[in-house]
């Protein structure tokens, strides 16, 4: 099984830190964010494709070409159109099932081995304020649509932009118009495939900790503290 990171984005709220520091490269516990993942799929994968953008050589220099046995491959995304356009980059090393992850987000291992339980499956974290995520509609366990910051009670499972999909995303991908703040979003993209295929909605029983502003760095370190790290 193949490992998907997207790692381009510029950071801007994360500035100016992210002025000479690309932000899956920011430490936390002296450890750079995105080795947080790269940790987790350790035993699920065997190459982890990184799609590299702002500061891409920074990335690349502190990695190299593989991460204790697994391959590293890195994919230029080109311009930053969005996530589905990032996803849609690495079309070409991807045959069959893989695992998606943010660059700057940190998950807990017991979450992405319940997700990959699943054939197709996305993480979800009930939040206390729903109007400030992307949100799931579901029936059962299973994904009908996920309404991005949803004015009016959908539920209050959030989006935590952890993913076991499979190639067949890419067709879906393919079919995508920009929205409206003219970007490639891969919710469209997975609201669409969830009409024809079960994708199932797995509740966190762990962490997830997406990290977008400086002020998040300390709180980060200190929810690893409490989980022993």
């Known amino acids: 099984m193949k490992g998907v990171i997207l790692a381009a ?49 920074k990335i690349i220099e502190y990695f190299g070409d593989s991460y204790e046995g697994i391959k590293l491959t890195y994919v230029v ?18 045959p069959g099932r893989f695992i998606l992850l943010m660059g700057d987000s940190i998950y807990d291992r017991v979450d992405l081995e319940a997700c990959l339980k699943y054939d197709l499956s996305i993480l979800a974290m009930e939040v206390a304020e729903p109007q400030k995520f992307g949100i799931f509609r579901l029936k059962g366990d299973l994904m009908v649509e996920l309404v991005e910051k949803p004015k009016e009670y959908i539920s209050n499972l959030a ?13 879906e991908i393919d079919k995508l118009q920009p ?15 969830a ?22 760095i300390q709180k980060t370190e200190q929810i690893l503290k409490q989980h022993n790290f």
Request: glycine share 8%.
């Open 9 to 57: 984005g510029e950071g801007t709220r994360m500035r100016p830190i992210t002025y000479t520091t690309p932000k899956p490269l920011i430490p936390i516990l002296g450890k750079p964010i995105i080795q947080y993942n790269f940790d987790i799929l350790k035993g699920h994968v065997d190459e982890i494709v990184v799609v590299v953008g702002h500061l891409k050589e």
């Open 77 to 94: 995304q080109k311009q930053i159109r969005g996530t589905a356009d990032a996803v849609r980059e690495v079309r070409d090393f991807i």
């Open 159 to 171: 989006n935590a932009a952890l993913y076991v999909l499979d190639s067949e995303i890419f067709s």
């Open 179 to 193: 929205s409206p703040r003219g970007e490639y979003e891969l919710t469209d993209a997975l609201t669409s495939l």
């Open 195 to 216: 009409q024809r295929r079960p994708i199932h909605c797995v509740k966190s029983t762990g962490y997830w900790i997406p990290i977008g502003y400086p002020e998040d």
